[in-house]
């Protein structure tokens, strides 16, 4: 989905390019782009729209994921008291995802060290 948003025309500027590459030929890229941009600016989409479905699937899967690791986290640890509440609060400081990965390792021990201490 995030990569959807970063499309030009966006989700909806996708799908209409991939029906034209299916449905033409002998039509260039510029070409197809120039068309497809012309429909999405006639039909009124906005180029970071994206269906609601489509998000709930989204959320459901990055919730999935996010509890996966969490549990590996939990074995890793040797714990078993919840986690999550102590990613929600750091997350809340962090504006983009790769922000995660560029944190220190001062920082992330510091996130290591409170989720030793839950179990106390």
Known sequence: MSVFANFPGGLVGFTLRKLLIDSTVSCGPSD?????????????????????????????????????????????????VELASVFDRVATTIRHPREAFLLDDGC????????QLLSG
């Open 108 to 115: 992330t021990d510091a996130i290591l060290n409170e989720l």
């Open 32 to 80: 197809l782009d120039k068309l497809a941009d012309r429909l999405v600016g006639f039909y009124g989409f906005p180029a970071d729209w994206v269906p609601p479905r489509l998000l709930v699937r989204e959320a459901l899967a990055h919730t999935v994921q996010r509890q996966r690791i969490i549990e590996r986290l939990q074995r890793e640890l040797d714990k078993s």
